[in-house]
């Protein structure tokens, strides 16, 4: 069975690469805004980020730190070039990152290098013009899982510990979770997630970060900074964002869906930005993280 799913994520990865690919030979960039590509920003070398910034734009900007999706174990920070140019035209500082994938780590490998690449931005943003109290996180599908659960490790140390992570030291005043992972133990319809165990190690149900999978514990719900949601009667994880958002509400946190009644596909607002329905919801998002 690994091996087969093992073959499974080498195909989805080729077949992700050649969008990519035929994606950036029609792409154009915004005329406002300017894209650095491959930046290191420490000397590990998955520490490379791409930076896009208005061209004209105030000395000091809000900052977006984008997570890509990928179900954990596919892309790179390249896919989600798209939405990053247009959040940037929108007035931010934003920065795409890179992380390990699964099977070659696991999700708590992948926390640790995101909070040591958060660490690093938090020394390097002000030289790209950006403001390092103004930082949000954004991600769609497992990005969105990432993201949140890198502010999880942040504001709960047992939460941290039992992780293995030493969490990052940047603050994060927002997230923006699109179609969002966020019941990562429940999704059924997608074969990748036999994989629990490569994702969670074996035994997870056991794990002691097993109670943090359930983003409805009180632990989670407690240190959540302001979320804005957003999902489309197409998205196959539509369920987990409508759900969430309605447990947030009720736990008292400051929360915004936007739920499309458009049928696009699973974090649409990210690999096609260009959509009408794409672009409402990252305009929506770019004005709720920029009022945090």
Same mark, same amino acid.
């Given at each position: 069975? @690994?091996?087969?799913?093992? &073959?499974?994520?080498? &195909?989805?990865?080729?077949?992700? @690469?050649?969008?990519?690919?035929?994606?950036?030979? =029609?792409?154009?960039?915004?005329?406002?805004?300017?894209?650095?590509?491959?930046?290191? %920003?420490?000397?590990?070398?998955?520490? %490379?980020?791409?930076?896009?910034?208005?061209?004209?734009?105030?000395?000091?900007?809000?900052?977006?730190?984008?997570?890509?999706?990928?179900? +954990?174990?596919?892309?790179? &920070?390249?896919?989600?070039?798209?939405?990053?140019?247009?959040?940037? =035209?929108?007035?931010?500082?934003?920065?795409?990152?890179?992380?390990?994938?699964?099977?070659?780590?696991?999700?708590?490998?992948?926390?640790?290098?995101?909070?040591?690449? +958060?660490?690093? @931005?938090?020394?390097?943003?002000?030289?790209?013009?950006?403001?390092?109290?103004?930082?949000?996180?954004?991600?769609?599908?497992?990005?969105?899982?990432? =993201?949140?659960?890198?502010?999880?490790?942040?504001?709960?140390? &047992?939460?941290?510990?039992?992780?293995? %992570?030493?969490?990052?030291?940047?603050? %994060?005043?927002? +997230?923006?979770?699109?179609?969002?992972?966020?019941?990562?133990?429940?999704?059924?319809?997608?074969?990748?997630?036999?994989?629990?165990?490569?994702?969670?190690?074996?035994?997870?149900?056991?794990?002691?970060?097993?109670?943090?999978?359930?983003?409805?514990?009180?632990?989670?719900?407690?240190?959540?900074?302001?979320?804005?949601?957003?999902?489309?009667?197409?998205?196959?994880?539509?369920?987990?964002?409508?759900?969430?958002?309605?447990? +947030?509400?009720?736990?008292?946190?400051?929360?915004?869906?936007?739920?499309?009644?458009?049928? @696009?596909?699973?974090?649409?607002?990210?690999?096609?930005?260009?959509?009408?329905? =794409?672009?409402?919801?990252?305009?929506?998002?770019?004005?709720?993280?920029?009022?945090?």
């Amino acid at each position: 069975m @690994l091996k087969a799913m093992e &073959k499974e994520i080498e &195909k989805r990865r080729r077949t992700w @690469l050649a969008w990519e690919k035929k994606r950036d030979a =029609s792409f154009q960039l915004p005329e406002t805004v300017m894209e650095l590509q491959n930046i290191a %920003v420490s000397a590990r070398p998955i520490d %490379v980020v791409d930076i896009f910034r208005p061209k004209n734009g105030p000395e000091k900007l809000p900052v977006i730190v984008n997570i890509h999706g990928g179900g +954990l174990v596919m892309g790179t &920070k390249n896919l989600n070039r798209g939405i990053c140019a247009q959040l940037c =035209s929108f007035g931010f500082l934003v920065i795409a990152i890179e992380y390990p994938l699964v099977p070659e780590t696991d999700v708590f490998g992948q926390l640790q290098s995101v909070a040591r690449t +958060l660490d690093a @931005l938090q020394q390097a943003i002000p030289s790209f013009g950006g403001d390092v109290d103004h930082v949000s996180l954004t991600g769609d599908s497992a990005g969105a899982f990432l =993201s949140l659960h890198t502010v999880l490790c942040q504001k709960n140390q &047992k939460a941290a510990e039992a992780a293995g %992570v030493t969490p990052t030291t940047l603050p %994060v005043k927002a +997230l923006g979770l699109n179609s969002g992972l966020f019941y990562p133990t429940k999704v059924a319809s997608d074969g990748l997630f036999l994989m629990r165990d490569s994702f969670f190690g074996k035994g997870w149900r056991k794990h002691p970060y097993a109670p943090y999978l359930n983003p409805e514990n009180p632990e989670i719900l407690e240190i959540l900074p302001p979320c804005f949601l957003s999902t489309a009667a197409g998205d196959f994880l539509r369920g987990h964002t409508v759900n969430y958002a309605i447990c +947030l509400e009720e736990a008292g946190k400051r929360c915004e869906l936007l739920d499309l009644p458009d049928k @696009l596909e699973h974090a649409f607002n990210a690999l096609y930005p260009q959509w009408e329905g =794409s672009r409402l919801v990252n305009e929506q998002m770019a004005e709720f993280l920029r009022n945090c």
